[in-house]
C-alpha cells in the first residue's frame, strides 16, 4: 500500500505467521507451545491460505486434531474449540473448494454439532462441563459472563456456517436455543464482536467497539473486534490497527506476540534493550493467565489477523467454492493506492490481481 506503517504491520504479520508453519503443521506459538491449538487456528488457517492458497499445513492440523479427538469428547478439551473445528473446517472448504475434504469430513462435523445439540437444554442452557475452561471465549474474559455469552456465539456461528454447507436439523435447534444470548448484554469487545457474527444486529454497535480506540484489544481477538467494526459501518478501523499492531512494531517486536494491552506502554522499554532504570520490562513484567512474564510468548500466530483483516474488510474481497465465484467490495479507510495480489484455486488455475485506487 501507499501506507508505510501498514505495510511494516502487514509484513510482521506474515512473518509471524511463517514462523508458525513448522513440519506440515500450524504450531500456534513456536517457542512455546508446537501444538495444533483448535480455536487458535482460524486465523491462521485464513491467512495461509490468503498466503498460500490451499496447503498442507491447514489440512494436517485439522485431521491431526480430528483423528486425536472423539466427536463426543471437547477438542484440546476446550469445548468452544470443538465449535472452533467446525468454523475453521467450514472456512477452509469456502475458500479453497475442496469438495473432497467435505465430504471426507462431515459426518464428524456432525457428530460434532449433534453432541453440542445435546448438551443444550430447550431454554438455551449450556452443559458442558465444569472445567474453568468449560466456557472459554479468551483468557482475559475466563470466568466472567462475556465467556458464557461468547462460547454461545462460537456455538452459535459453527451451526449457522455449516448449515450454510448442508441441511443438518442439529444446527437449526441450536440456533432456535442458543439465539437468546445474541441479546445479553456484555462488557467486552470480544464478547459482543461475536454476538454479531452469530447474528446480533450491527448497525450501531460501533459506538461500543471502537471506545477507547484499541482499549480492550487482545491479539487473539484483534481480528474480530476490527471484523465486527466494519460489519457495523465503523471508520477507525485503520487507525485503531495503527495504534495497537504499531505500538508493539515501537517496543522493538518483529513477530506479534501472545497478547498485548495498551497499558503495557506506560514507563515500559524496548523488548530489544535491557531495561533502564525505572522502567518496566514489557517482557518479563506482563502477561497473565498461562503467559505471565517470560512465558509470554513473543511469536503467536494467532496475532497475524490483521492480515486477513485487511485482505476480507479493506481490500473488501469474499471468496465462494475456492474462487469460483468472488465480491470485491473495497473500504480502502483513506489509504491512497493498494496493490494486492491473492491467491485463489479456482481463478484460472492461477493468481488474480487486484488493483485499487482511492
Known amino acids: 500500500t501507499s501506507d508505510e506503517e501498514l505495510n511494516r504491520i502487514l509484513d510482521t ?47 494436517n ?9 472423539p466427536a463426543t469428547e471437547w477438542m484440546n478439551t476446550i469445548p468452544s474449540y470443538s465449535a472452533w473445528w467446525v468454523i475453521n473446517f467450514c472456512d477452509y472448504c469456502r475458500l479453497t473448494g475442496n469438495r473432497t475434504y467435505f465430504e471426507e469430513n462431515k459426518s464428524y462435523a456432525k457428530e460434532i454439532l449433534e453432541h453440542f445439540d445435546a448438551c443444550v437444554d430447550a431454554d438455551g442452557t449450556m452443559h458442558l462441563g465444569s472445567g474453568s475452561l468449560a466456557f472459554f471465549l479468551d483468557w482475559p474474559t475466563k470466568g466472567t459472563e462475556d465467556a458464557v455469552i461468547g462460547t ?19 444446527c437449526r435447534s ?47 481477538m484483534a481480528y474480530y473486534i476490527l471484523k465486527a467494526d466494519a460489519m457495523a459501518g465503523g471508520t477507525n478501523m485503520l487507525s485503531i490497527i495503527k495504534e495497537y499492531f504499531g505500538a508493539m512494531i515501537s517496543r522493538g517486536a518483529t513477530t506479534f506476540w501472545e497478547d498485548f494491552n495498551m497499558d503495557w506502554l ?29 512465558r509470554h510468548s513473543l511469536c503467536h500466530g494467532w496475532a497475524s489477523g490483521v492480515l486477513a483483516f485487511f485482505i476480507e474488510h479493506i481490500i473488501g474481497l469474499e471468496i465462494h467454492n475456492g474462487g469460483e465465484q468472488y465480491e470485491v467490495h ?29
Open 266 to 294: 506506560l514507563g515500559s522499554g524496548r523488548i530489544d534493550e535491557l531495561p533502564k532504570e525505572g522502567e518496566k520490562d514489557i517482557h518479563g513484567d506482563y502477561g497473565a493467565f498461562c503467559y505471565e512474564g517470560f
Open 61 to 69: 492440523s485439522l485431521s491431526f486434531l480430528r483423528e486425536e479427538t
Open 330 to 358: 473495497p473500504n480502502t479507510c483513506g489509504i491512497d493506492e493498494i496493490y494486492a495480489k491473492i491467491p485463489s484455486a479456482k481463478i484460472l488455475n492461477t493468481n488474480f490481481f487486484i488493483s485499487l485506487n482511492h
Open 152 to 170: 454461545a456465539a462460537i456455538i452459535l456461528l459453527a451451526a449457522k456456517m455449516y448449515l450454510q454447507k448442508e441441511e443438518n436439523a442439529s
Open 13 to 59: 504479520a506474515i512473518y509471524t505467521l511463517k514462523l508458525n508453519l513448522q513440519n506440515g503443521y500450524i504450531w500456534d506459538g513456536i517457542k512455546r507451545d508446537r501444538l495444533v491449538w483448535c480455536g487458535d487456528l482460524h486465523q491462521e488457517i485464513l491467512n495461509s491460505i490468503y498466503l498460500f492458497c490451499d496447503n498442507s499445513n491447514v489440512t
Open 174 to 220: 441450536l440456533i432456535q436455543k442458543l439465539s437468546v444470548y445474541l441479546d445479553k448484554e456484555c462488557v467486552t469487545k470480544q464478547a459482543r464482536a461475536f454476538q454479531i457474527f452469530a447474528g446480533r444486529k450491527a448497525i450501531g454497535e460501533e459506538l461500543f467497539l471502537e471506545k477507547g480506540g484499541a482499549a480492550g484489544f487482545s491479539t487473539f
